[in-house]
């Protein structure tokens, strides 16, 4: 029987709480942005999205619209802040992360839990590595050390003609490192702190990078993912393989 800190139906337990709670004390908020969305264009105000979980089983994510309708068909999967396919609306949305909350049905349902590696698209994780596919043995998650690290990918990739490839060659690495060190060292004390972090983030970002420096030190992450952690030093474009380019590839 695993300990009750790594098992998985105590972290099953935890999730169903949160997302119960969460939804509730989340819903003067939501209730309000998904008018916003829908009086923009008269449009649904959710935006459904088929993601691989757990097991490699497909399902359907969950998130408050933030761009035009059918922004999906254009082939850009990455996003910068300036990407003209965001909404007014969808800007506020972005800034304050309100598509995430969505997600809370998401792990009500089971898909999602609270922390886990974020889910991706079919054409991405297609493209895994033995290695990434370890990303697929656990429910992927609403946050993450990625999601907490990464959290201005739009500020990142703003300004970037191919955001895609831009993504590729600043992000899409230190992510993968980050989900695959979470799935092999998750806790609930972990899962607990992340939470914590992510909330804690909205007003006090710096801070927030530092502890989670912290946490992984503690954790016994390597020195470089420690160091990217931070944040504090211009992200270096690491040029992929040819095999490794193309928006199937993209995280999030």
Same mark, same amino acid.
């Given at each position: 029987?695993?300990?009750?800190?790594?098992?998985?139906?105590?972290?099953?337990?935890?999730? +169903?709480?949160?997302?119960?709670?969460?939804?509730?004390?989340?819903?003067?908020? $939501?209730?309000?942005?998904?008018?916003?969305?829908?009086?923009?264009?008269?449009?649904?105000?959710?935006?459904?999205?088929?993601?691989?979980?757990?097991?490699?089983? @497909?399902?359907?994510?969950?998130? +408050?619209?933030?761009?035009?309708?059918?922004?999906?068909?254009?082939?850009?999967?990455?996003?910068?802040?300036?990407?003209?396919?965001?909404?007014?609306?969808?800007?506020?949305?972005?800034?304050?992360?309100?598509?995430?909350?969505?997600?809370?049905?998401?792990?009500? $349902?089971?898909?999602?839990?609270?922390?886990?590696?974020?889910?991706?698209?079919?054409?991405?994780?297609?493209?895994?590595? +033995?290695?990434?596919?370890?990303?697929?043995?656990?429910?992927? %998650?609403?946050?993450?050390?990625?999601?907490?690290?990464?959290?201005?990918?739009?500020? @990142?990739?703003? %300004?970037?003609?191919?955001?895609?490839?831009?993504?590729?060659?600043?992000?899409?690495?230190?992510?993968?490192?980050?989900?695959?060190?979470?799935?092999?060292?998750?806790? $609930?004390?972990?899962?607990?702190?992340?939470?914590?972090?992510?909330?804690?983030? @909205?007003?006090?970002?710096?801070?927030?990078?530092?502890?989670?420096?912290?946490? $992984?030190? &503690?954790?016994?992450?390597?020195? &470089? +993912?420690?160091?990217?952690?931070?944040?504090?030093?211009?992200?270096?474009?690491?040029?992929?393989?040819?095999?490794?380019?193309?928006?199937?590839?993209?995280?999030?």
């Amino acid at each position: 029987m695993a300990p009750i800190e790594r098992s998985p139906t105590a972290k099953r337990a935890l999730d +169903l709480v949160l997302a119960v709670v969460g939804l509730v004390l989340a819903a003067p908020v $939501l209730l309000p942005a998904m008018l916003a969305v829908w009086l923009q264009d008269r449009r649904s105000p959710f935006y459904l999205s088929s993601r691989v979980g757990s097991g490699e089983r @497909i399902f359907r994510m969950v998130k +408050l619209r933030s761009m035009v309708v059918g922004a999906d068909s254009t082939g850009v999967m990455s996003t910068g802040a300036n990407d003209r396919r965001i909404t007014a609306v969808g800007h506020v949305i972005r800034r304050y992360k309100l598509d995430e909350l969505t997600q809370l049905w998401n792990v009500l $349902l089971g898909d999602m839990s609270m922390v886990g590696p974020r889910p991706n698209v079919k054409a991405a994780t297609d493209l895994y590595t +033995l290695t990434e596919k370890q990303l697929l043995t656990m429910r992927p %998650g609403i946050t993450d050390f990625a999601s907490i690290v990464f959290a201005d990918e739009g500020e @990142i990739l703003r %300004g970037f003609s191919d955001p895609d490839l831009a993504y590729e060659q600043l992000i899409h690495r230190w992510k993968i490192r980050l989900g695959l060190f979470y799935v092999e060292r998750w806790n $609930l004390s972990v899962d607990l702190r992340l939470i914590w972090l992510t909330a804690r983030a @909205i007003v006090d970002r710096k801070g927030v990078l530092q502890a989670i420096q912290a946490l $992984l030190s &503690d954790l016994g992450a390597e020195a &470089d +993912l420690v160091e990217i952690a931070g944040r504090t030093e211009r992200l270096v474009p690491i040029v992929p393989s040819s095999a490794e380019v193309g928006p199937g590839r993209k995280v999030g």
